[in-house]
């Protein structure tokens, strides 16, 4: 497998795969549809364009006046990557779409991963594949990932032993870059606290009232 960097997929979405976004693992779209049943046809034809691209059929959510899609190639470890192959069935699947006269929203895509900081990941790792996969996932470098998606993936960031109460678990909610500022301002008018913006656009971190972390972020600035 030849993962494409995140500074190519950058490129890319930018010029002529404008329809998609990088989201943690995968390339994600979201169309709107004003008729399901066409909405319905349209998910029957990306399973026929995936399968006679000798690619395994994408992640896809049915909605009521939406399509959402998510294309990834997986490694022999479990590992998610984007792909030339995933980007090319990305650039079949906008076709596809303006094929059935449906509309792209990409500043709508969106994704939630759980991240546990853990000074002992060996020992921690089990617990969670076990409790929350019922042991079908298993861990790919970091990450933790249900096989059939019912869950968020969840990564582990290294810790150093630190006494409790500590938050440890937070959220990392990746968002199309361009919607990133209006929801962290949202957020803060709404009575959050921006708590560190450095790295951003990467991520932003901010703080809910009672002090809960969560982090806002996006592929711009990342390998």
Known sequence: MDPVSTPEILARTAGELSDWRK???PIAARFRAEDDVAGAAFVAAIAQAAAAAGHAVPEIRLGRG????????????GGRWVTAKDLELAAVISGIAQSFELA???????CV?????TVHLAETE????????????????????????????????PSDAH???????????????????????AAVAAGGTLIDDSQAPAFT?????????????????RE
């Open 126 to 157: 089990p617990f969670w594949a076990a409790l929350l996969t019922g042991g079908t996932g298993r861990l790919a470098g970091d990450t933790i990932f249900d096989p059939s998606d019912r869950i968020p993936a969840v990564w582990f960031q």
């Open 23 to 25: 989201l943690a693992q």
């Open 113 to 117: 991963e759980l991240a546990l900081d």
């Open 205 to 221: 971190v901010l703080a809910d009232p009672e002090g809960n972390k969560v982090c806002v972020c996006t592929a711009v600035g």
């Open 104 to 110: 792209p929203v990409p500043g709508e895509v969106a």
């Open 163 to 185: 006494p409790v109460p500590h938050q440890r678990w937070h959220l990392d909610l990746w968002l199309a870059p361009e919607v990133a500022d209006s929801r962290v301002a």
């Open 66 to 77: 939406l399509v959402d899609v998510a294309l990834f190639s997986v490694d022999g470890s």
